[in-house]
């Protein structure tokens, strides 16, 4: 009776068992890279709680307040700045002064205690990012925070990793728009983004800069 | 097993230890035990596989968790000055020894993380050393006196005002008898106007100063000179020909900053015809170091020379033509007459640029001799003006006075902000003792130290960079102090202290500094004062250089009374300050502990160095354990062979051997020096005996290896073969042939010069390069396996043949970020890249600590973090971390980076101004520091930028450039001005 299994299964199952080991290897190097790189890790679309249930559909979306007038910081400093609560005061000093869901801003106020805001859009702490730069060079609030007019509740509209960042700074032209339209939360590019952005980029002096230091000291 | 996130950090615990063996060793299994203490049988070896693994199945899956969740705490009200991101800069100043060095801080958000010099400042001009950067890290030491203390229990300020008030009643009644005060020696307006108005309150009341370090001598000898107090203000733009008479001028210590600019540009060919310098020590100094030429005598027998000189100077100088006689009293063996004649020629040849400066160790006698001489010169160099401080007499005569008094029982009431005195005084006045004896002693302090075990009420004291306040700075312009931060802990200042005896404890300093600058110049308060706060100083309050006469018949009656004879053989003990610890006050701060001695490279301790000669007939080797004696109980030295010594004499650094309860750090590092010094011969004396008592000590010196091996790394020419050496270092540098195709560099080229001709070797450069890019320290033991952090290295080379006086170039080397960088190529995973400007950049994130990089680096400048230095900080002590730098993970590669955070800062303060960076716009922090403007960093690409300059100076060469690194820093090489009579 010859035998159930030939000689040469021998080797199919070697190959078959080290096929095995090179996947599973692979897998326990890829699966966590793949991992870091899914929108559940990287908390992209999901909403983060506030101490204030403030709504920038609201302010954005309906007053039509600019982005500038809390954030703005946004021009000069490499923070883009959360404003101070002095500030939700010059307006709620007058409005909605007695509102209970703005308890916490004139409790903050008073006390002289800031309100413990939980952060949306977090970056490592080895990357200088610079806020003021970007801005100066045209590119959107909305290219990386997405349509915050259009959130309830912010979250983080991009996946802020350094591929995603790459992405712009290897080719700026393809996100540059004007500078007056930096904070517009509808621009839509007249004509060809590409061409666009190529003289954008032209005008403003745009760099390509990659290098490691450029965010990382 | 230690964790080794616990291993040395220094400063940063409780507790200090020597190394990882003392660490290991757990106390339980200590010596109540027996050897054979039964093994704990909680780890066995079973449990500590299991919590291996689990630890590595957690850390695996920590990465896998979604990142930490981060709070933004915005302010209430922003204060308008403010913009977080951006970091503010604010005038201050700090004191020591009562003489104020203008400052200029970086805050980040309220907190400040850089101190600089104020570039503004008359008096200093933006430089500034070590020890004034330093401050930095004491403001934020975890070991700083947080509360009053009342005879250990803490009390609080409320309390002590109330025991002050009762006190000050009965004081009162007495008319102040038994009230004194033994003060920080002071120059502070404010401090004199409360001192007046103490002894309008208390008649009898006295004051004293103390200083470790006085200036006694200096104004005894102006006294002598011109029958008054007098301090000499050094101008060394004009000079020519210096004779320093133990005097260290160019090391960045207090009150000699500005000379070391202007001596610089002296010593800069290309500026102008050099200056020439000598000096005459005992211990190789950094001013020796800078010498062209040197003379080694024996501590008692500088002011010899000094009057030898005179003596040889009469024959000469017709003003000087009375002091004759010296030259026959003082006779001088043959090398030190030759080098004296051919000084005194040196001297009045360059009459008008030449300077006699004497240190302040020596006899009043000897700067006496030095003004005749000055005076007679008509030396451009010196002009004496008014002392700025309060009292003239800080030293042990009148701290003798003070301690006989409490002995006897005649002081009540005694309040000390002076910095501790028990440590500091002499051991023969025994002041702890007396203090002791003291029924209500008050001592102000930054820690609990030796003299706050002994006294009554101890008071936390600010920090300057808490505080507010006022000093005159050396050239006795009225600086201000003004806080950066509000007080970490319950600090009080000098101000409120005394205040507290006029029962206005109630008064902070800043009301009352308000208040005395509102009635001292009520005319322009209103419109200046913020002006003045802005400055950080008041311009045009230096005080005026005054002509008085020299009174020549008591300087030679003086002189003629020094014994005429040699120093008598034997050994002779040399004290001297300590280049980073000063007196010892600075002792807890890290990074002074850690910066090598720029003379003797020596770190965390202090040593008896001894001339390889005398130590060969001593039969002493380095590291070797000995006692040194005299007159008491012996001090426990380790010796240190320091090449360039004077033979016969054992140096010692003052600062160490400290004992406080509340200075972890330094307690029990070095040896205390106080039983070798004695209140009649606080710096030297002869009678000192020389133990062996065997053993060996671990010295931890950061460069034990002190030749180039024939190479040319740091070169030395002088001013007579300049143009030869040009022509040779054409060698050195240009292109070399090469396969590979040039990059362009099309937009900034950044790169650095350094002129070894400024360059001192004061080491002030490396307390910035460690305040500006968070380098952690590692303490003794790591520093002893040459694993210290420093990006930046001040490297001292001694030259020529003989060891006993040898010559000593030395070149600051950190990262000189080749075009063609070695470490690129070994990198495995690409963790270190160039980028577009040419920098060699340093990724810690894909550093996986192969240390290959480091192993091919010729220039061995590449620093591994082998433990996690900083991972148990405390709050506190993060709040010094520069926020623009990384702080560095164990096991990774680190290195100098150019200061790239400066460039990337400027980079986008410029492009917000649709411009180019400037030059002169980014300074790198050790740059920014350098009293001697010896470092030039900049754009290459700019034709005009002064680093280009001196890229294509003819002093110019590259380091090792043979293996065709192409490095962006450049380096200029030294030149030395050498008297042709003396060669």
């Known amino acids: 009776m010859s035998s159930l299994f030939k000689p040469s299964s021998n080797t199919a199952f070697r190959i078959a068992l080290f096929a095995l080991a090179l996947l599973f290897g692979g897998g326990l190097i890829a699966g966590p890279m793949i991992y870091v790189r899914t929108p559940f890790y990287t908390q992209q679309q999901d909403p983060v709680d506030q101490p204030v249930q403030f709504d920038h559909r609201h302010h954005v979306g309906d007053e039509g307040i600019d982005c500038r007038y809390c954030h703005y910081l946004v021009e000069k400093s490499p923070a883009a700045g959360v404003p101070p609560t002095s500030l939700c005061l010059n307006c709620h000093e007058q409005i909605w002064n007695k509102s209970p869901k703005l308890a916490p801003v004139r409790e903050s106020y008073f006390a002289d205690r800031p309100i413990v805001w939980n952060k949306v859009n977090k970056l490592p702490h080895f990357v200088y990012f610079n806020h003021s730069i970007h801005v100066k060079q045209g590119v959107g609030c909305v290219t990386c925070h997405g349509r915050v007019d259009e959130m309830a509740q912010v979250e983080k509209a991009q996946p802020l990793t350094m591929g995603w960042c790459l992405e712009c700074h290897r080719q700026p032209e393809r996100y540059l728009r004007p500078r007056d339209q930096v904070t517009s939360m509808t621009y839509k590019p007249k004509s060809d983004q590409l061409a666009i952005g190529r003289e954008l980029k032209e005008q403003y002096h745009v760099e390509t800069r990659t290098s490691c230091t450029t965010c990382h000291r | 097993m230690p964790s080794l996130k616990s291993l040395p950090i220094a400063g940063q615990r409780q507790k200090v230890w020597r190394g990882l063996d003392e660490h290991a060793a757990a106390p339980a299994l200590s010596r109540e035990l027996g050897p054979e203490a039964p093994p704990d049988d909680a780890t066995s070896r079973r449990s500590v596989l299991q919590l291996l693994g689990a630890s590595a199945a957690l850390a695996t899956l920590g990465g896998c968790l979604k990142p930490p969740d981060e709070k933004i705490l915005p302010y209430t009200r922003q204060p308008p000055e403010v913009t977080p991101g951006n970091p503010l800069h604010y005038a201050t100043a700090t004191t020591i020894d009562g003489r104020a060095t203008g400052l200029l801080v970086t805050a980040n958000e309220g907190r400040p993380t850089k101190i600089e010099g104020n570039p503004d400042h008359p008096s200093s001009r933006g430089a500034v050393g070590p020890l004034e950067q330093a401050e930095l890290l004491r403001l934020y030491d975890p070991q700083r006196l947080k509360v009053v203390q009342n005879r250990g229990q803490d009390r609080s300020w409320r309390d002590f005002l109330q025991a002050a008030a009762a006190r000050a009643r009965a004081v009162r009644d007495a008319r102040g008898e038994g009230l004194r005060f033994l003060m920080e020696p002071g120059s502070s307006p404010l401090i004199a106007h409360l001192r007046q108005r103490l002894t309008d309150l208390y008649p009898r009341a006295r004051f004293s100063s103390w200083s470790a370090i006085p200036l006694q001598q200096v104004h005894d000898g102006a006294q002598l000179a011109y029958g008054g107090a007098y301090e000499t203000r050094l101008d060394l733009s004009r000079a020519r020909v210096v004779l320093s008479l133990d005097s260290d001028l160019l090391a960045a210590l207090p009150g000699t900053l500005s000379a070391m600019g202007d001596w610089a540009a002296k010593r800069d060919p290309e500026q102008g015809p050099m200056a020439r310098l000598y000096a005459v020590e005992s211990n190789l100094t950094v001013t020796g ?229 509102q009635s001292q110049r009520p005319g322009e308060f209103a419109l200046n004062w913020e002006k003045w706060l802005a400055d950080g100083f008041i311009s045009g309050t230096a005080t005026r250089p005054e002509s008085p006469a020299v009174r020549h018949e008591q300087i030679l009656a003086a002189a003629m009374q020094v014994p005429a004879s040699e120093s008598a053989p034997g050994l002779e003990i040399n004290i001297v300050p300590d280049y980073r610890v000063w007196d010892g006050r600075f002792g807890n701060i890290s990074w002074l502990q850690e910066l090598p001695d720029p003379v003797t490279k020596v770190t965390w301790e202090n040593a008896a160095l001894i001339a390889p000669n005398t130590a060969k007939k001593l039969g002493l080797s380095q590291g070797e354990r000995v006692d040194l004696g005299l007159r008491g109980p012996p001090a426990h030295a380790p010796v240190v062979l320091a090449p360039g010594h004077a033979e016969d004499c054992v140096t010692v650094s003052l600062g160490y051997g400290r004992r406080g309860a509340g200075e972890a750090l330094c307690r029990d590092l070095g040896f205390d020096t106080s039983t070798l010094r004695h209140s009649d011969h606080p710096w030297f004396a002869p009678g000192l005996t020389v133990t062996r008592v065997g053993g060996r000590a671990l010295i931890a010196q950061t460069q034990e290896h002190h030749s180039m091996e024939g190479r040319l790394i740091a070169a030395s020419t002088t001013v007579a073969k300049l143009k030869e050496t040009g022509e040779e270092l054409a060698e050195h540098r240009g292109s070399l042939l090469t396969a590979y195709p040039g990059d362009s560099y099309a937009g900034y080229r950044w790169g650095m010069a350094i002129d070894l001709s400024r360059c001192t070797g004061c080491s002030s450069c490396m307390i910035a390069c460690v305040a500006e890019n968070n380098i952690p320290m590692v303490g003794k033991e790591q520093v002893a396996k040459s694993r210290e952090m420093h990006w930046l290295r001040v490297d001292r080379y001694f030259t020529g043949d003989d060891t006993g006086n040898p010559g000593v170039v030395f070149q600051p080397l950190m990262c000189v970020h080749c075009e063609y960088a070695p470490c690129e190529y070994v990198c495995p995973v690409n963790a270190t890249v160039h980028s577009d400007e040419g920098l060699n950049e340093m990724v810690y994130n894909r550093c996986v600590g192969t240390r290959y990089c480091s192993n091919n680096c010729p220039y061995k400048v590449r620093r591994f973090n082998f433990f996690s230095y900083t991972s148990d900080y405390t709050d506190t002590e993060k709040m010094a971390f520069n926020p623009d730098v990384t702080v560095r993970a164990r096991g990774v590669m680190e290195k100098c980076t150019y200061c790239v955070q400066r460039i990337e800062r400027a980079r986008i303060h410029t492009r917000l101004q649709d411009r180019r960076i400037r030059d002169g716009e980014v300074l790198t922090a050790c740059q920014q520091a350098c009293p001697a403007e010896a470092i030039v960093f900049g754009d290459l690409n700019d034709s005009n930028a002064k680093v280009r300059k001196l890229h294509e100076a003819e002093r110019r060469y590259d380091l090792l450039h043979e293996l065709g690194t192409r490095p962006r820093t450049a380096y200029l090489a030294r030149v030395m001005n050498p008297n042709p009579e003396l060669a």
């Open chain 2, 289 to 517: 170091m800078n010498a062209d030429h040197r003379l080694r005598l024996k501590p008692t027998d500088v002011h010899r020379f000094g009057l030898a000189l005179l003596g040889r100077l009469a024959a000469q100088v017709p003003a000087l033509a009375r002091y004759a006689p010296l030259q026959q009293r003082f006779r001088l063996p043959a090398e030190s007459a030759k080098f004296a004649d051919a000084v005194a020629k040196d001297l009045v040849k360059a009459a008008g640029g030449s300077l006699v400066c004497v240190g302040a160790r020596q006899p009043p006698v000897l700067h006496a001799v030095a003004h005749a001489i000055n005076t007679a010169l008509v030396s451009a160099c010196a002009a004496v003006a008014r002392p700025v401080l309060h009292e003239t007499d800080a030293g042990p005569r009148s701290l003798r006075q003070l301690s006989e008094e409490m002995r006897a029982g005649r002081v009540g009431t005694l309040v000390i902000t002076a910095w501790n005195p028990v440590y500091g005084a002499p051991a023969d006045l025994n002041f702890g003792k007396a203090l002791s004896q003291v029924p209500f002693s008050v001592y102000r302090s930054l820690y609990l130290d030796e003299t706050a075990e002994r006294a009554g009420w101890v008071l936390p004291a600010l920090h300057p960079l808490e505080s507010w306040g006022d000093a005159r700075a050396h050239d006795g312009t009225v600086t201000f102090v003004q806080p950066l931060i509000s007080p970490l802990y319950a600090g009080v200042s000098e101000a409120e202290t005394l205040a507290a005896f006029l029962g206005e404890g109630d008064r902070t300093a800043y009301t009352q500094l308000r208040e005395l600058w």
